[in-house]
């Protein structure tokens, strides 16, 4: 079945970084886009990111992250990434990967001093 397991999550102070991972399994990764959402403490979800599936991997950001956070992915090791530099308490929330109709289980990232 579809699995999507997220990790590297953590604290982190203003101005730090953090660098998550999704390993996917149970479908053909590199056919599907591929996304990184986010859930802050009594709000709703929130698109961060996404990756297209093409070869050229185009890649998409929020106005809020734009500039800060990178995804990428690597296909032969059906991973996506998000790497997260210049990070603001604002940026605290669950991160979830999500692709194929489905979406991991997150992985909690907090920013503060």
């Known amino acids: 079945q579809v699995q999507l397991v997220e990790s590297g999550g953590g604290l982190v102070q203003p101005g730090g970084s953090l660098r998550l991972s999704c390993a996917a399994s149970?479908?053909?990764?590199?056919?599907?886009?591929m996304s990184w959402v986010r859930q802050a403490p009594g709000k709703g979800l929130e698109w961060v990111s996404t990756?297209?599936?093409?070869?050229?991997?185009?890649?998409t950001y929020a106005d809020s992250v734009k500039g800060r956070f990178t995804i990428s992915r690597d296909n032969a090791k059906n991973t996506l990434y998000l790497q997260m530099n210049s990070l603001r308490p604002e940026d605290t929330a669950v991160y979830f990967c999500?692709?194929?109709?489905?979406r991991g289980q997150g992985t909690q990232v907090t920013v503060s001093s």
């Open positions: 990756i297209i599936n093409s070869g050229g991997s185009s890649t």
């Open positions: 999500q692709g194929a109709g489905h």
């Open positions: 149970g479908f053909a990764f590199s056919n599907y886009s």
